[in-house]
């Protein structure tokens, strides 16, 4: 996917005149969206994506949005790449504000684990919580998923010693006329 391309999930939302109470929206892919996330994913198929969220007024001039991102997919196994089917949820709870600034991506940065998450920069008065739902769901996908009883078997047995067999050592050892 080019970096002018659209986004494969989008739905923008206006927030500038949100009403005090803010608004409930739910999201479900359309199985075309579904199909060009997975792509952009690397993954074998999503076959569900629905989300609900709550977008409400924060500090004055900011946006929260919280709720909820569900997920059916499908990625490779690691070890067999047999298709394994999970079910991702997760939750939301994302500000966004005005005078929130982007981070530098070449400025290093320290990051409290137990800090709330910084707002994210809200420009035009909109969000694209199609964006929020497909980032949710990605942070929510095995990154090492198994198909049930697939175990991984190490090819080249080692005792740990540098002439074994496997060993990168073991040539040189021959090499050199202390191996067999």
Known sequence: MSDDAPF??????????????????????????RAALAEVLDILG???????????PWRREGVKVTGVVEADVRQACVVTLE?????????????????????????????????????????HGRIDLGAIAAEH???????????????????IEDDGSEDAPGSPFAGLSRLKGGGE
Do not use: W
């Open 8 to 33: 494969p999930l989008s739905r923008p939302q206006q927030v500038d005149a949100l009403p005090a109470k803010g608004v409930e929206v739910s999201i479900e892919a359309t199985a075309e969206e």
């Open 137 to 155: 769901m990605a942070l929510g996908l095995d990154p090492y998923p198994r198909a049930p009883g697939a175990v991984f078997e190490d090819i």
């Open 46 to 56: 999503i076959d569900a994506l629905t989300a609900r969220f709550e977008v409400r």
């Open 83 to 123: 298709p394994v089917a999970q079910h991702v949820r997760e939750e939301v709870g994302v500000a966004f504000h005005p005078d929130a600034q982007p981070i530098d991506p070449d400025t290093e940065i320290e990051i409290d684990v137990d800090a709330p998450d910084l707002p994210e920069p809200l420009e």
